[in-house]
């Protein structure tokens, strides 16, 4: 049997939640329209778990750009259109700049130090500032010696890659490059340890931390349960431990290595004062576990839409070939500037399939007034990018793939690396590697389906999966056939002649840096 002390805690929870929900009642004012929600539970009958997308896009063309939803105690703010996203996100930052709390994942699974996921305050500002001054502009710039060598590298393995495996290869990329700016050291190849292992975590992570799966995310009072009431918490703790202990290992490896990297840079007189051993591991660390996966989940994409649009990539392939003369040479980063429909291609790989279709939720800091509508405090607040990118209001033809609508208007809104101060902190290292991998394969290969026994195997342009806040392709086929032996000899050529001693690389990069 219970004893008194856990019996007189669950009644206070009970109570304190039925206060707080009567009091979310009275106090609703007037939010803006959405479907009509019912007593106690508000909307959360209605909130969709699967086809977010499309349930939300029924939404804003029901009730219009700004839509106000009750789940239980919490308020929720859809925004559907860049500029309310920006008169909120961006113009009121200030009060829109925090994060809804997450107990399981943010507060249990992550101890309260995953950068994406903690409020607004002076933690998240030593976060942002760390990261800053690792991903600002000038600092990108250097970077670009490494993503020049490591996309020559992937030009090279997509020679012997088959149609299936195109991803792991890209994956590799976008690992390799950040693991080494991190922690000084390359990863060859897909198979590499720390790419599996940290596979294998952020997989655990989401398939124990989705969105409703935990009780306590939607009731935080219940967190106060003893553990043995909590089962949470133990296996909050044990993701945890399994992460951390892969970041202490990768740590001591790059303190080891006798040049620059991101951890010996903070490690030194450059550590921040206010940051513990443990919280320094996590800032850096999100850095690379984040960035790969969202690189290779655009890149996915990026060869998806080269597959089911010839005629683009045609057109992009006749721009290249004029400025670098064929398969005489491979583009460069100088090259990718003077480049429109390449960075066109790029701005519409985005907009077309953003891997985050409704962002990393806001939670607004104190009340706010908007066209006539109350959004409380600690509301939720959703820029739903999807709905953005395929508002014909905005984007003619929405559904269709069309780079040269950037070049018509190149004013055209891009919303894929969020909004505000909580935009994403790698956006120009992540742009500089869609643009110099995107050129460089479009210029090296042909894309086409895969065949099997004859008949070709297709690809369903929508079928993507959720994994927590990102989507990304559902594994498909795709075959990249070098465009001729010509573009072969360079590609292997252009590698040879590249930097590979990663020391070398890196004392280059730090080289600029003084």
Not at 127 to 155: F, G
Not at 188 to 195: G, K, L, Q, R, W
Not at 203 to 218: C, E, K, S
Request: proline share 7%; with cysteine; aromatic share 10%.
């Amino acid at each position: 049997m219970m004893s008194a002390a856990i019996c007189t805690l669950l009644a206070v929870i009970a109570t304190t939640s039925l206060g707080l929900l009567f009091l979310s009642i009275i106090r609703r004012g007037k939010l803006p329209p959405g479907p009509p929600p019912k007593p106690i539970v508000g909307n959360l009958h209605q909130f969709p778990k699967v086809n977010r997308a499309q349930v939300f896009d029924q939404w804003h063309r029901t009730y219009g750009p700004i839509v106000g939803l009750r789940l239980g105690l919490k308020k929720l703010i859809l925004v559907g259109s860049y500029q309310v996203a920006r008169e909120l996100l961006d113009r009121r930052g200030a009060i829109y700049s925090s994060r809804p709390r997450v107990v399981m994942a943010g507060e249990i699974a992550n101890r309260g130090n995953h950068t994406a996921l903690m409020p607004y305050g002076p933690k998240w500002k030593l976060h942002n500032r760390v990261h800053s001054a690792l991903m600002n502009p000038t600092m990108v710039k250097r970077y670009q010696y490494l993503q020049d060598i490591e996309s020559r590298q992937l030009v090279h393995d997509l020679l012997q890659g088959s149609t299936s495996d195109f991803g792991a290869r890209i994956h590799r990329y976008s690992s390799s490059l950040l693991f080494a700016l991190a922690y000084g050291r390359r990863l060859p190849t897909s198979d590499a340890f720390e790419i599996q292992e940290n596979a294998h975590i952020a997989h655990q992570f989401i398939n124990n931390l989705a969105a409703g799966r935990w009780l306590v995310d939607a009731f935080p009072v219940l967190n106060y349960l003893p553990t043995w009431l909590a089962p949470w918490k133990k296996i909050g703790e044990q993701l945890y431990q399994r992460k951390f202990g892969l970041l202490q290992r990768h740590t001591a490896l790059a303190l080891e290595k006798p040049v620059w990297n991101w951890t010996k840079h903070f490690h030194g007189p450059k550590k921040p004062a206010e940051a513990s051993w443990e919280e320094l591991l996590n800032i850096i660390g999100v850095l690379y576990e984040a960035g790969a996966d969202t690189t290779t989940s655009a890149l996915e994409a990026f060869v998806m839409a080269a597959v089911l649009h010839p005629d683009a990539v045609r057109r992009v392939q006749a721009e290249i070939d004029a400025l670098v003369g064929g398969a005489a040479r491979m583009p460069s980063f100088e090259d990718v500037q003077q480049l429109p429909f390449v960075d066109a291609f790029v701005n519409e790989t985005m907009r077309w399939r953003p891997i985050a279709p409704e962002g990393v939720p806001h939670s607004l800091m104190k009340e706010d007034e908007y066209e006539g509508f109350t959004i409380p405090k600690n509301s939720i607040v959703i820029a739903n990018q999807w709905h953005m990118a395929m508002d014909p209001a905005t984007f003619t033809d929405p559904q269709a793939f069309r780079p040269e609508r950037w070049l018509e208007d190149p004013k055209l809104p891009i919303s894929a690396f969020g909004f505000g101060r909580r935009a994403c902190p790698g956006r120009h290292i992540a742009l500089n590697s869609m643009k110099i991998v995107m050129c460089r394969l479009l210029w090296a290969y042909d894309f086409d389906h895969a065949y099997e026994n004859g008949r070709k195997v297709t690809i369903d342009p929508d079928n993507f999966v959720r994994e927590g806040v990102l989507s990304k392709p559902a594994p498909f086929k795709a075959a990249l056939r070098v465009r001729s032996p010509a573009h072969e000899k360079t590609i292997q050529s252009a590698l040879r002649e590249s930097e590979q001693d990663e020391d070398k690389i890196l004392a280059h990069i730090a080289a600029g840096l003084a």
